[in-house]
């Protein structure tokens, strides 16, 4: 079933009960990365520029931006169809994986990607 309304414009569904568990556990992962992100920024402004610290603080800077943007990614992916993330390499994917967190938002969601639904059977479809 298409989840379209007037003029072919796309509808928002609310999340079924499985999903919205993992969503909110990205969410909670999420913002657990970007209080670290602001720890660093703070410790960055604190620190003297060029020294080896500031360096170092530079570093770790990237390395949390890092973790926000892939958790955004892992937040797209699973709204869009959470089987996804059983292919990825992301952090946050893996541990949502390894939880069964994932398997259960797919079972409550459908089919699931293009990949892994060509290697199960196809639901009926009403007769379509």
Known sequence: MDARGP???????????????????????GREAYRRLLGVLRELKSLE???????????????AQGVVLGN???????SVDPETLTHSKAALATALV?????????????????CCAASRPRRWQGGR
């Open 49 to 63: 520029a060029g020294s080896e610290l500031y360096k170092r603080a530079l570093a770790e800077l990237s390395r």
């Open 7 to 29: 003029a072919g414009a796309a509808l928002a569904l609310d999340p079924d009960p499985a999903l919205s568990e993992l969503l909110e556990a990205i969410r909670r992962g």
């Open 98 to 114: 390894r939880q069964g967190l994932v398997a259960d938002a797919i079972r409550g969601a459908g089919t699931g990607c293009r």
């Open 72 to 78: 955004v990614g892992v937040f797209v992916d699973a």
